[in-house]
């Protein structure tokens, strides 16, 4: 299980072999490592959350979160694009191709 996490979190710290990541507490504040670089989380919605200890990063990582970011794809822009071309060529074909003069 810790393997899981070293890959997104990085190398595990000492004594965080049994740590239990099911914090149920809801107002429970992680400490920040100092000498931890901050990773940031993605979940499948697309929110992000930036952690700045390996124990919160864990706890995300097992709640689901993930360095990928699976919905950042540009799919609006895709659509926008392609009805914009669809509709350049219609007025293009309709105009020069296709006159009534």
């Given at each position: 299980?810790?393997?899981?996490?070293e890959?997104?979190?990085?190398?595990?710290?000492?004594?965080?072999?049994?740590?239990?990541?099911q914090?149920s507490d809801?107002?429970?504040?992680f400490?920040?490592?100092?000498?931890?670089?901050?990773?940031?989380?993605y979940?499948?919605?697309?929110?992000?959350?930036?952690?700045?200890s390996?124990?919160?990063?864990?706890h995300?990582?097992n709640?689901?979160?993930?360095?990928?970011?699976y919905?950042?794809?540009?799919?609006?822009?895709?659509?926008?694009?392609?009805?914009?071309?669809?509709?350049?060529?219609?007025?293009f074909f309709?105009?020069f191709?296709v006159?009534?003069?």
């Amino acid at each position: 299980m810790i393997e899981d996490f070293e890959n997104v979190c990085g190398e595990a710290p000492q004594g965080t072999e049994n740590l239990n990541f099911q914090i149920s507490d809801p107002n429970f504040v992680f400490e920040n490592d100092p000498s931890y670089q901050t990773i940031v989380l993605y979940d499948r919605d697309g929110n992000v959350v930036n952690v700045n200890s390996w124990v919160e990063c864990a706890h995300y990582v097992n709640g689901g979160w993930n360095n990928v970011n699976y919905t950042n794809f540009g799919g609006d822009q895709t659509i926008f694009i392609g009805l914009l071309f669809v509709f350049s060529f219609y007025i293009f074909f309709k105009k020069f191709i296709v006159s009534d003069d």
